[in-house]
């Protein structure tokens, strides 16, 4: 039980009032203020339009004048942790770092990745050790953005640094990204590989644990 | 009226008009871009015309040429004049090598021009034209059509009476028809004009002699003047209030009645304001009032506070914010047209702007001096505090009357853009705050700057002389301080023209560090 407190006078903040004098009644040296304030933010900016001196609105956000971004003129750079569209990345044959554990669709939301799983032929060092998507489909249309498959992928197969926002396009069947596009994106340093190191079975880093040789 | 003065009169009208619609419609351009500028943003700059670019190119290229080679010919015409050859020769080089710039520098392929948004009247206009006219099916659709006719009427007569320019006077030669003397070639402005200031007084009008015509710059010169305008004005009530009344819909006949009784309400205070401008210049018509600040000085000096009021008043009487109480989309949406669509819709908003624009030229005729530039007068500039002539110049009779046009169409752009500034500035009133103050405020200060002023006119009648000659120096300080207060202000905006601010930049995200990287986030061209 909570002990009642002593009631204590509320004591407000003194707001000041503004002072009703002849001036202020009058209106007439408030407009002129006003007019100065309007004024300035007019001649300011006419000033930056006709000598084309307007602000870059990103650089100089902070500053007097027109500080907007005219799209599509101008585009602000999305920040390094935008969540764009996604991309598969390669290993350095070539070939997808994906090996299709369906993590990602597991974690996925909006259940908009499709995965297909498939078993590398016979005689492939990887086969028996893991697969790869046959099928990867993605709906950017249902994709949230929310990042949980770039969360649970182990194998940093999957990203969204593209620094592409969701494409409009004027049919549903546009926004199904399969895997040869995902795969054609670069994140935005241009690169389509990762700096963690993938160890190939066969090579000879590779721990050498498969299904079929355990530790 | 003889042929001449008939020509003349539908020159002026035709001037006057074209002048009002133009201005109307570059008004609601410079409305909505400066109201953007104010909140700082870009404006209305969307509607475009695409043009290929090629078109441009010949276009630029060929009429730069083709202006430079006719100003080289009439060059070469005027070869007894070296001074005037020279200069024909030298703006013939500047346009055609202007043209071949240009030319240069407009880009291949298809160019989309823009004007700064200056087209967006013109698609206005497109959309006004093309869209359904529509009239409520229980209105009344006579006077839903006249409300908007009567409410541009008024508006669109009004400037009839304001001068704007001094009274031109041609000189016609000794029994000379204008039309012959045209036929022959011989109307001689130059050297007719070298000796007018003999023939015509330098303040007042020209005297009447056979061989000179003088042309008013002012459509007709009623003796009533400027009660002209109100009576016409007035009836500009009437168009809201049938506006609001045909359209068969609760909110439109609020809207009339509240635009019929704040016109009203304000008309009274309107009239009673300029009392005292009238009795100073004792005289109605608007060129007399000129005329007499032209001798003495600008109104706005003898009759600050009416300025004011007329001002205020005239701002409510165009129903324009802060007196924008007839429409106001929280209370009663549009007000008295809300039913109004299309052309009709569009007459209304004219009507606004037009009233905008009498208004500004009143406000410049009897305040802001009209056509009348301080220390210039018929005969040149005369640089005198009272009777002490400091400086003194003739100018020919053309240029002067040519710069007294500027000058009053000057002035009346720079109020109307005051006006303008005046809207975007102050926040709107309450409807019963608009009639408190029409009634209870500006009424009677209105009355009482009229018995103040006949008060001070009484005392000036029975004064010593010399209060006459001290009066007539007031004046001339006044018009010094007119002159010093633009040279200060045009030194203000170059310099503030030539400042460049390097603003501070903060590279805190890193989007910002990304567009730093690339160098700004400039992509492409920008539009105006």
């Known amino acids: ?68 971004i005219s799209y599509p003129e101008q585009k602000r750079p999305y920040p390094d942790r935008n969540r764009g569209l ?7 044959d070539g070939s997808p770092r994906c090996v299709a554990c369906l993590c990602c669709s597991t974690a996925c939301p909006a259940q908009c990745i499709h995965i297909v799983p498939a078993e590398y032929p016979a005689g492939d060092a990887r086969r028996g050790y893991e697969r790869f998507p046959g099928e990867f489909v993605i709906d950017e249309l249902r994709c949230i953005f929310c990042g949980f498959c770039v969360e649970a992928c182990p194998c940093d197969a999957i990203r969204m640094d593209t620094g592409h926002h969701a494409t409009p396009y004027d049919s549903r069947d546009q926004f199904i990204y399969r895997k040869d596009m995902l795969m054609s994106f670069t994140g935005r340093d241009g690169s389509q590989t990762t700096e963690n190191p993938r160890h190939e079975p066969g090579e000879a880093t590779h721990p050498g644990v498969d299904r079929h040789h355990a530790h | 009226m003889d042929s001449v003065s008939f020509v003349f009169a539908l020159l002026k009208i035709a001037l006057i008009l074209g002048f009002l619609v133009t201005l109307t419609a570059v008004l609601t351009w410079v409305e909505r871009r400066q109201c953007a500028l104010i909140q700082d943003r870009v404006g209305p700059n969307r509607a475009v015309v695409y043009v290929p670019g090629l078109a441009l190119k010949l276009l630029a290229g060929g009429g730069g040429l083709g202006l430079g080679a006719a100003l080289a010919a009439a060059g070469m015409a005027l070869r007894e004049h070296p001074k005037a050859m020279v200069v024909c020769f ?68 009004t400037l009839a009476v304001v001068p704007f320019g001094d009274t031109l006077a041609v000189q016609l030669g000794a029994g000379g028809n204008l039309w012959s003397r045209l036929a022959h070639g011989r109307i001689g402005w130059a050297d007719s004009l070298r000796h007018y200031h003999a023939a015509v007084p330098r303040f007042g009008m020209p005297t009447l002699s056979p061989d000179l015509l003088p042309v008013p710059l002012q459509i007709v010169d009623l003796d009533v003047g400027i009660l002209y305008i109100f009576a016409l004005a007035g009836t500009g009530i009437i168009g809201a209030a049938v506006a609001g009344w045909s359209s068969d819909n609760k909110y439109a006949l609020l809207g009339g009645l509240r635009a019929a009784s704040q016109m009203v309400s304000y008309e009274v205070a309107m009239g009673l304001s300029l009392v ?42 165009q129903k324009r914010t802060p007196f924008d109480a007839p429409e106001g989309e929280s209370e009663i949406v549009a007000g008295y047209f809300l039913e109004y669509s299309g052309m009709k819709f569009s007459m209304f908003m004219m009507g606004e702007y037009m009233e905008l624009i009498v208004s500004s030229a009143l406000l410049v005729t009897i305040f802001l001096g009209g056509y009348a530039i301080p220390f210039v007068h018929r005969d040149g500039i005369t640089l005198a505090f009272g009777d002490r002539v400091l400086w003194q110049a003739a ?65 000036v009648d029975h004064a010593s002389a010399g209060i006459d000659q001290a009066l007539r120096i007031a004046a001339d300080v006044c018009n010094a301080v007119v002159v010093l207060g633009f040279a200060y202000g045009g030194v203000a905006f170059v310099r503030f023209l030539a400042s460049r601010p390097k603003p501070q930049q903060e590279l805190l995200s890193t989007s910002a560090q990304r567009a730093h990287a690339q160098g700004g986030a400039h992509t492409s061209p920008m539009q105006a």
Request: aromatic share 10%; charged share 15%; proline share 6%.
């Open chain 2, 395 to 459: 100018l020919p009779h053309v240029a002067l009357v040519a710069l007294s046009v500027l000058v009053f169409f000057g002035k009346l752009l720079a109020v109307c853009f005051l006006q303008l500034f005046i809207r975007w500035t102050v926040p709107r009133f309450r409807y019963d705050q608009v009639m408190r103050l029409g009634w209870r405020r500006l009424l009677p200060a209105a009355l009482v700057n009229m018995m103040l002023t006949g008060a001070a006119l009484i005392a």
């Open chain 1, 86 to 92: 996604h991309r598969l990345l390669h290993r350095d």
């Open chain 2, 90 to 157: 030298a703006a013939a080089a500047v346009v055609a090598l202007a043209g071949v710039v240009g030319a240069v520098r407009v880009p291949s392929g298809t160019v989309g021009i823009r004007l700064a948004g200056m087209l967006h009247p013109v698609a206005d206009g497109i959309k006004f034209i093309t869209k359904e006219d529509f009239v409520p099916p229980n209105g009344d659709r006579l006077l839903h059509a006249l409300g908007p006719i009567i409410a541009l009427f008024p508006a669109l007569v």
């Open chain 2, 276 to 317: 005292g401008a009238f009795m100073i210049s004792s005289s109605l018509r608007l060129d007399d009032i000129v005329r007499w600040q032209s001798e003495h000085t600008w109104g706005i000096f003898v009759q600050p506070f009416a300025f004011v009021l007329f001002l205020a008043t005239a701002v409510a009487e």
């Open chain 1, 1 to 68: 039980m909570t002990t009642p407190t002593t009631a204590r006078a509320i004591v407000g903040k003194p707001v000041p009032r503004p002072a009703r004098d002849a001036t202020a009644r009058s209106f007439v040296p408030e407009i002129l203020k006003g007019i100065r304030v309007t004024m300035r933010h007019f001649f300011v900016n006419t000033k930056q339009i006709a000598f084309d001196q307007r602000n870059d609105p990103v650089l100089d956000g902070f500053a007097d004048g027109l500080n907007l």
